[in-house]
């Protein structure tokens, strides 16, 4: 099993930055690539980033390339999302997730574990 809790969500203003954490425990956990996805309001939810456990490579998704970052401390058994520029349209719901199948890390039916999520409002 791995237990996952986000936090660091909040309400900002367009342009703002605000880093999201995600703290993992669990014995599987090594395992992991760890996902950020987001669902926005009458949306279904969408994939943002992920980075691999090992090697620590990173995905993202185009409309958040070059705005967001993923990263992950080992040690603290955390990963983080690091989100610049901020856009209204950034507002949703922020989870992370696991899933042991790196290649599959774009679809959310291959993470078996997600968090409650955190809330992200960006003003205008």
């Known amino acids: 099993q791995v237990q996952l809790v986000e936090s660091g969500g909040g309400l900002v203003q367009a342009g703002d930055s605000l880093r999201l954490s995600c703290a993992a425990s669990?014995?599987?956990?090594?395992?992991?690539?760890m996902g950020w996805f987001r669902q926005a309001p009458g949306k279904a939810r969408e994939f943002v980033a992920a980075?691999?456990?090992?090697?620590?490579?990173?995905y993202y998704s185009d409309s958040v390339k070059g705005r967001f970052t993923i990263s992950r401390d080992n040690a603290k058994n955390t990963v983080y999302l690091q989100m610049d520029s901020l856009k209204p349209e950034d507002t949703a719901i922020y989870y992370c997730?696991?899933?042991?199948?790196?290649?599959?890390?774009?679809?959310?039916?291959?993470?078996?574990?997600w968090g409650q999520g955190t809330q992200v409002t960006v003003s205008s």
């Open positions: 997730a696991c899933t042991l199948y790196f290649f599959r890390y774009a679809d959310q039916g291959s993470y078996n574990y």
């Open positions: 669990g014995r599987t956990f090594s395992g992991c690539t």
């Open positions: 980075i691999r456990w090992t090697g620590g490579m990173t």
